[in-house]
């Protein structure tokens, strides 16, 4: 095939085509994300069981080079110390300098989107309590210094949907299945969706830490999410959701190979899904491997 010969006159229309391109990209919308895992699910009805006890999940929004975030990781170790079993916790790293160091990447799109989802947030770290707006401001984060009193505000209730979690893990092929229950023990009217995270603690990489004078290289990284299951907003709980109600849902995934599952946890919580009302209803955790 003959090819003509490059010149000015034939640049133009490329030009104008590109710019009419660029033009008409740049006015495009870009619409909402959109939840490309939700899964199958078993729903029925029986007799409401007794609520458990309420189970806190606290999310903390960090990073490994965020030089006070240190002091987060403090406050969220110490109310689990003083709530055995009724705190779980999600290291959420999306510090806009991380990563720290590129083969210690940390950060996940989960994160991030979830940084738009609760946040935005201006300041490292924030951490939320159950999703709540104690201050009744629309501002759910709380800084290191609020997460005692706010978690023992939250012990002391007791949730409207019971959760139950069974994992079944495979060393050979690394294939992870996540099976959840879902029990209503009273009814709920708010729209509620349900979200399945996994986590790795005892990770060790740097940490720029304020109160160690700077770098950190041997620091231990806990509760470090990895990958959420459903979308990072949850999938949708679309039943009449009355006492009583049950769901059951399976999840798989393959590990990488760099993940060690015996430090890893599967986590599922409940939790409103309304733009003023992100609140979290129950959770529960159980150990990738026995």
Known sequence: ????????????????????????????????????????????????????????????????????????????????????????????????????????????????????????VSAWPAIFIDRKDFGADGDLEELPANVAASAAEQVTLTAPVNLYIENTFDNVSRTLTVSVKVKYTSTVILPNN????????????????????????????????????????????????????VYEFEYTYALPANWNADNMYAIAFVHNFEADNKEILQSAEREIVD
């Open 194 to 245: 349900l979200s399945i995270v996994l986590t790795e603690s005892n990770i060790i990489a740097a940490q720029i830490d304020d109160n160690a004078g700077g770098e950190v290289e041997d620091y231990v990284h806990n509760h470090v999410l990895r990958k959420t299951l459903t979308f990072f907003s949850g999938d949708a709980l679309p039943e009449e959701n009355v006492a009583g109600r």
């Open 1 to 120: 095939m003959s090819m003509k010969p490059f010149s000015n006159k034939n640049l133009m229309p490329i030009l104008a085509a590109g710019s009419l391109f660029f033009i008409i990209s740049a006015c495009e919308e870009v619409g909402p994300a959109i939840n490309f895992t939700e899964t199958t699910y078993t729903t029925y009805i029986e007799t409401p069981e007794t609520p458990q006890d309420k189970v806190v999940l606290i999310e903390d929004f960090t990073g490994a080079a965020c030089p006070n975030c240190p002091d987060g990781h403090i406050a969220v170790a110490d109310v689990i110390a003083n709530y055995p079993n009724k705190i779980i916790a999600i290291a959420e790293y999306n510090f806009p300098s991380d990563p720290l160091y590129i083969e210690q990447n940390m950060v996940t799109s989960e994160s991030l989107d979830l940084n738009g989802y609760l946040g935005p």
